[in-house]
């Protein structure tokens, strides 16, 4: 099942205001990557998130994977926490 563009946006947008540094712990604990100082959540699908990043080296694009797939809107949001606990372990928090 796709994902419905406005619903896409909507929760990229939350996520690039609202909860940044959670974005970040995310990208940051789940690469490994401690560089990147900056986080766009871009989109997602079923399988992955996709966020373009920002290191001193420059910039990307990485797909990250959900620990589950997501089927329906709440599952998006379910998966964005287990994702970041996921990153805060790595953290050691």
């Known amino acids: 099942m796709a994902f419905e563009p406005d619903v896409i946006k909507a929760i990229c947008d939350y996520m690039n205001t609202d909860p940044m540094q959670s974005t970040l712990t995310i990208v ?5 990557d401690r560089s990147v100082t900056e986080v766009e959540m871009l989109g997602f699908d ?3 998130c996709f966020f373009k990043i920002s290191t001193p080296e420059g910039q990307s694009e990485i797909n990250i994977a959900w ?8 599952d998006v949001r ?3 926490f ?4 996921k990153a805060s372990d790595a953290f050691g928090s």
């Open 46 to 48: 079923e399988t992955h």
């Open 28 to 32: 940051q604990g789940l690469t490994g």
């Open 67 to 74: 620990l589950k797939p997501v089927a329906e809107r709440p």
């Open 78 to 80: 379910v998966q964005l």
């Open 82 to 85: 287990a994702l970041l606990d």
